[in-house]
Structure formats: C-alpha cells, structure tokens
C-alpha cells in the first residue's frame, strides 16, 4: 500500500495514456465515412431510379365554377318582388283604392319624360368699335343654361387688347389672328373653362350646356304636365315635392323630397 501510495501519480498517467491510445486507434480504424458513402451511392444508384409524372390536373371543375360566375345575374330585390317591398294600397283623392304593385303607379316612378332640349352656349364676333389707342372688338354672348333668367338673355362685351378681359368678365382675350384692323379669328378664354375656343369673322361658336326637360304625370285622379323645366326646378305630384337634379340628353333625375331617394327618368 505505500509502494501505491508514492506511484499513485505514475498509475494515473499510464491509465491515461492507455486511454489516449485506444481513441487514436478507434479514429484511424473508423470506417463510418466510407460506410456513409457506401450508403449514398447504393441509393443513387441510375437503375435504381424511377421518375414518376404528375398527371394532367383536371380543370373542368373551376372552369365551370367561373363561367358560372362570369354569368350570374344581379340579384334584385325591386318591385315586383314583395320580399321587402309589400303591395301598397292607396286611397287617391277621387276616394278610390290604388294597388301599388310594381312601384310606378304613382310617385316619381309614373312621370313620363317626353322631350328634352339642348341649352347652348354661344360667342359671335361683331366687330370693331373706336379706333386707335380706344379700338376695342366686340363680341355676343349667350348663355342659356345660365340660373338667372336675365344671365340668358344675349349680351355685348367689348375687349380691347390680348391678355385682357372683356367688359363683362366673361372671357380673356388671348391672341388675335390677322390685322388688327380687320382681325380674322379670335382665340379666347371663357371664364371657368380650362380649353380655348376660337371665334372668327362669320364663325361663332358654340357648345351645349344643359338641357331643358318636358314631363307629364297622368295617374288616376291627378293629372300634370311641366314644359321646359330646369335643373334645380321642384315638381309637385302624388302629394310629394320633387327636385330636378340632373338632365341629360334622355334622361332626368328627380329627388323626392320626404324620401331623399332619387328615380331616373328615361326618354321612351
């Protein structure tokens, strides 16, 4: 036991080199790398291989689903559907009963829209007035879709240089063409517009503005007819006021009043 004691130090250190030589043996002798390897080319071995396609993915299904789609009609919860619209009964002035079935029995649905009119916006060119430092061109304006009644009628304005505006503030002068004397054409501004018009010698010009509508209500017991009504004119029919609020070439748009709801007319 002392002899033990005093080479217990030595003991340790060969039992550590004997384990030290055992894992460098086991490094040089493993064969695991060339197992793995081994492995990996038995796997991808070419007459191993067998490549599957996909099939053809059948589409006739979606197809359908979207040419379905493609072909679906708005759904329409208006009259005649009574879903959320009951049948209506009426009591007319003359004491009898209405049925409101499809809507437009009575109330902006039953006016009729017969006529419509152009407003046109015209500029002619009337000559020369003064002369010298004072020569000034003359114009002609006319604008019938103006609100006022008296913007309608036709008014003369004057102008006398390029880059001014006319008496009225109606439009700007911007370039003249020819003599000045005996100008030929005229390239103008009207006032609110962004493009130019040009006015010359025996070519005025013009543009449609607006349109006038002509209606008529006939439902039983009442019965009404408006000519050459305006945008901003109110109706008065069925017991309910009704605002112009848009007229186009074949149609107007009419707001009721107690409802706010608006109804197009169309020209028949």
Same mark, same amino acid.
């Given at each position: 036991?002392?002899?033990?004691? @005093?080479?217990?130090?030595?003991?340790?250190?060969?039992?550590?080199?004997?384990?030290?030589?055992?894992?460098?043996?086991?490094?040089?002798?493993?064969?695991? @790398? +060339?197992?793995? +390897?081994?492995?990996?080319?038995?796997?991808?071995?070419?007459?191993?291989?067998?490549?599957?396609?996909?099939?053809?993915?059948?589409?006739?299904?979606?197809?359908?689903?979207?040419?379905?789609?493609?072909?679906?009609?708005?759904?329409?919860?208006?009259?005649?559907?009574?879903?959320?619209?009951?049948?209506?009964?009426?009591?007319?002035?003359?004491? =009898?009963?209405?049925?409101? +079935?499809?809507?437009?029995?009575?109330?902006?649905?039953?006016?009729?829209?017969?006529? =419509?009119?152009?407003?046109?916006?015209?500029? @002619?060119?009337?000559?020369?007035?003064?002369?010298?430092?004072?020569?000034?061109?003359? !114009?002609?304006? #006319?604008?019938?879709?103006?609100?006022?009644?008296?913007?309608?009628?036709?008014?003369? #304005?004057?102008?006398?240089?390029?880059?001014?505006?006319?008496?009225?503030?109606?439009?700007?002068?911007?370039?003249?063409?020819?003599?000045?004397?005996?100008?030929?054409? !005229?390239?103008?501004?009207?006032?609110?517009?962004?493009? =130019?018009?040009?006015?010359?010698?025996?070519?005025?010009?013009?543009?449609?503005?607006?349109? =006038?509508?002509?209606?008529?209500?006939?439902?039983?017991?009442?019965?009404?007819?408006?000519?050459?009504?305006?945008?901003?004119?109110?109706?008065?029919?069925?017991?309910?006021?009704?605002?112009?609020?848009?007229?186009?070439?074949?149609?107007?748009?009419?707001? #009721?009043?107690?409802?706010?709801? *608006?109804?197009?007319? *169309?020209?028949?």
């Amino acid at each position: 036991m002392e002899q033990l004691k @005093e080479h217990y130090e030595k003991l340790i250190l060969g039992l550590a080199m004997l384990a030290l030589v055992y894992v460098a043996y086991g490094v040089v002798m493993d064969d695991s @790398e +060339e197992k793995i +390897e081994v492995q990996v080319a038995e796997r991808n071995r070419p007459d191993l291989e067998s490549k599957k396609e996909m099939p053809e993915m059948s589409l006739a299904g979606y197809q359908a689903a979207f040419a379905r789609l493609e072909n679906t009609r708005p759904l329409n919860l208006g009259n005649p559907h009574n879903l959320f619209n009951p049948v209506q009964w009426r009591v007319t002035r003359q004491g =009898t009963v209405l049925k409101v +079935e499809r809507g437009n029995e009575i109330g902006a649905g039953a006016i009729v829209l017969s006529e =419509t009119k152009p407003l046109y916006l015209k500029v @002619e060119y009337r000559g020369i007035s003064g002369s010298g430092a004072n020569l000034r061109y003359r !114009f002609a304006i #006319t604008r019938e879709s103006a609100q006022r009644k008296k913007e309608r009628l036709r008014v003369t #304005t004057t102008v006398q240089n390029v880059n001014l505006k006319d008496t009225r503030n109606l439009f700007t002068l911007l370039s003249i063409e020819g003599d000045r004397q005996a100008p030929t054409a !005229f390239e103008l501004k009207l006032d609110g517009d962004v493009e =130019t018009i040009t006015v010359g010698q025996g070519k005025p010009y013009q543009r449609v503005d607006g349109f =006038t509508a002509s209606l008529a209500y006939d439902t039983p017991g009442e019965s009404k007819s408006y000519v050459n009504k305006r945008v901003g004119d109110k109706l008065f029919f069925a017991d309910d006021g009704h605002n112009i609020v848009a007229i186009g070439q074949r149609e107007v748009v009419l707001s #009721t009043a107690s409802t706010s709801k *608006r109804t197009t007319i *169309r020209l028949r």
